[in-house]
């Protein structure tokens, strides 16, 4: 990955100044755009006036304390919680009020954090899965994947409850790259794993954006993310409170204090 444009940094969502993405630093080619961003489950408000972006080809994380609203931005993103206000554009079409199953038609793919593989099914199928949109399975996709995550290959024919949590992770990501997506969301891909799992985790995911696919990841190993990604962004009470390239959230003292553990 390139290194970062500098991007101004956003204060907190109470301060009397409060820049976001929607003023500054948003990405020209900014694929996804969200605006005042209101959202929920039910009649609960998680969500008050995000603002979002993410670049053709840009790797973004979403950081913060729990509770903070970080899974339900990707939620709301991907069609799965209450809609209350603000917009979300991809390709500069509006999908906000939209279905997940017409929103994976326009070129986004979703792994959420948990039950996200068919236990009783094989690998090979639960990529099949991924591809269920299309008229036929291309070949050619499910050995992308299999270059991708050889062990996949070795375990084609095992049935996906059966395997580690890292092997069921990368079944579910294969399965999500399967309709070779514009825009990938991961939901804490970390979670669960073994320590010594995280960091080739986090490196598939580096591969996967520096080929090409856009990336908007919630994580919960919020250091390692922000080192990696192009851009950050820190929420807390379901609001903005800080966005700027990776690497100088991780060095903002604030921010450290805040929601790093110094």
Known sequence: MSDPEPVDRTRDA??????TDADVGAPDDAILRVRDLDAGYGELQILSGIDLD??????????????AGKSTVMKTVFGLTTYLGGTIS????????????????????????????????TVRENLEMGAYILDTVPESRIEAV???FPVLRDRRDQKAGTMSGGQRQMVAMGRAL???????????????LAPDLVDDM???IDEINENGTAVLMVEQNATEALRRCDRGYVLTQGQNAY???????????EVRQQFLGG
């Open 90 to 121: 991809f390709e500069s079409e509006p999908i906000h009020e939209l279905p997940p199953e017409r929103i994976i038609h326009k070129g986004i793919s979703y792994v959420p954090q948990s039950n996200n593989v068919f236990d009783g099914l």
């Open 54 to 67: 993410v670049g053709d080809g840009e790797y973004v994380t979403i950081v913060g304390p729990n509770g």
């Open 14 to 19: 109470g301060a009397d100044e409060t820049r």
């Open 178 to 192: 399967m309709l070779d997506p514009d825009l990938l969301l991961l939901d804490e891909p970390s979670a669960g």
């Open 202 to 204: 986090f490196d598939r």
């Open 146 to 148: 299999y270059d991708r």
């Open 243 to 253: 966005t700027d390239a990776g690497t100088r959230l991780l060095a903002d003292e």
